[in-house]
């Protein structure tokens, strides 16, 4: 595959404790009928300190049900969730979730919106209004700190929602496909805000963002945890070497992305199969 970019099936033991892990987790999901459903089973991986991971698969495989039991939003219905070696009991302000909608508080702008999670975390007023405006020139919205958030684009009101994550310096910022419903440009932005941000943090942020995205999940990750057709399990880990800020015309961006892709679609034809023997 070329030195910059390894297929990983194990991987070395580090003796550092992760900052999150999750061991042989299951979750399973209520139904309307009334039964469950098994989303995710058996789950077990690592994400470093300072690491980028991005968990992948195809829709359906229990990557959001993961990232809720690691938000603490979430019990796991089976096995362990860690936080720095700890069981996950709950959500915290060690961690920050950024979910598809921008879930911003309409009746307030984007200044308040931005300073109300640092008021949460007893910041004084002037270091509340300093790392506001800060955070919102970092993603380009400066000039709209007093507007409300029904006056922004979508792509602009996902951005208002990472400066409120990212002001709040949490040790963890988990991703639920926040671009998902987002333009190719506005969508692109996004990728290279978090890129940016990444860098900059210096190895202090872990990041863990679920997507069914190949392309962004190699442009943003150090490591791709590909995920099986329901019930998810991972089977196969993509290491990405790749210097940031990363292109998609990058060679290697665009090989492995083709990699991970042939690996999905064997996944979804599985998925298929699986379903037509079911229903025969």
């Known amino acids: 595959m070329g030195e910059r970019a390894t297929r990983m099936i194990d991987r070395d033991p580090t003796p550092a404790t992760p900052k999150l892990a999750v061991r042989d987790l299951t979750v399973r999901r209520p139904q309307a009928s009334g039964g469950t459903i098994v989303a995710a089973a058996g789950v077990t991986f690592d994400v470093a300190v300072g690491e980028f991971v991005c968990l992948l698969g195809p829709s359906g495989c229990g990557k959001t049900s993961i990232l809720n039991v690691l938000a603490g939003l979430d019990p796991p219905s089976a096995g362990q969730a860690l936080l720095d070696g700890r069981p996950i009991e709950g959500p915290g302000p060690d961690r920050a979730v950024l979910f598809q909608e921008p879930a911003l508080f309409p009746w307030l702008s984007v200044r308040a919106n931005v300073e109300l999670a640092l008021e949460l975390l007893g910041a004084s007023p002037e270091a509340r209004r300093s790392e506001t405006a800060r955070r919102l020139e970092q993603v380009g919205l400066g000039a709209f700190a007093d507007a409300q958030p029904h006056e922004l684009s979508a792509g602009m009101r996902q951005r208002a929602a990472l400066a409120r994550a990212l002001a709040a310096d949490p ?51 150090d490591r791709v945890l590909v995920m099986s057709a329901a019930p998810g399990r991972l089977v196969e880990e993509f290491r990405i070497h790749a210097q940031r800020p990363r292109d998609l015309d990058d060679v290697l961006v665009t090989r492995v992305v083709s990699e991970i892709h042939e690996l999905l679609m064997l996944e979804v034809f599985e998925m298929g199969e699986k379903t037509s023997d079911s229903d025969a």
């Open 171 to 221: 040790a963890v910022v988990l991703g639920d496909e926040p671009f998902g419903a987002l333009d190719a440009q506005a969508r692109e932005l996004l990728q290279n805000e978090v890129q940016r941000a990444w860098m900059e943090s210096e190895g202090r942020t872990t990041f863990l963002f679920v997507t069914h995205n190949v392309r962004e999940a190699v442009l943003l990750a």
